[in-house]
């Protein structure tokens, strides 16, 4: 009798072990991300995101959480460590470093207030509807603490809020706040010649 309870306990782990080699293999296993969301792996590499309501699916690293930054471009792109490039969503600030323009009217400063507010530090970094745009730089609403650097930039008159769709979740916040500095004239508002 206890020859067959062992056997019994041998078979049992094997099909267990054999079921779970064909779970992994076929890349169903469910796993907790860094965020403690859990999500289930796809066979191609992509993990499917049940957070994600339009069903598309996600890179593994979809660069959402906290990233250092590494340096900034100018008032509205910055760059993390591991290179990716982040531009800023729901606003825009003067060029400075496009070279089909000049630089234009305040673009100095808002590029030198976005280094005072985000340069080597660590930023956190949220996702709206687009996860890139066309020049492949990752579209992202920015923080550092409690500090919303995009809304920051258009209060203080350093950018002016600008929709691009379908990234428009703060679009109303944005317009507001930049009504609010341009009524007080502040930056850009009160130093250039504006639309």
């Not at 959402?64 to 760059?79: F, L, N, P, S």
């Not at 709206?128 to 650097?149: A, H, K, P, S």
């Amino acid at each position: 009798m206890r020859r067959s309870v062992w056997i019994s306990i041998v078979v049992g782990l094997l099909v267990l072990s054999v079921g779970i080699g064909i779970g992994l293999w076929r890349g169903k296993v469910n796993e907790i991300d860094r965020h403690g969301v859990e999500r289930r792996m796809s066979g191609t590499g992509t993990i499917i995101d049940p957070q994600n309501t339009n069903g598309r699916r996600q890179p593994e690293d979809s660069f959402v959480g906290e990233y250092g930054v590494a340096r900034v471009i100018d008032g509205d792109t910055i760059e993390i460590e591991g290179g990716e490039r982040v531009r800023y969503i729901g606003m825009d600030t003067p060029e400075t470093v496009d070279p089909e323009k000049s630089v234009q009217c305040f673009g100095k400063e808002a590029s030198d207030e976005n280094k005072r507010l985000v340069e080597g530090k660590t930023v956190r970094l949220e996702k709206d509807t687009n996860d890139r745009d066309q020049y492949g730089r990752l579209l992202r609403y920015v923080y550092v603490g409690d500090t919303f650097v995009n809304l920051d930039l258009v209060r203080l008159g350093f950018a002016y809020a600008t929709p691009y769709p379908p990234d428009i979740l703060h679009q109303d916040w944005f317009a507001e706040t930049e009504q609010s500095a341009k009524d007080a004239g502040l930056g850009l508002w009160g130093a250039c010649s504006l639309r």
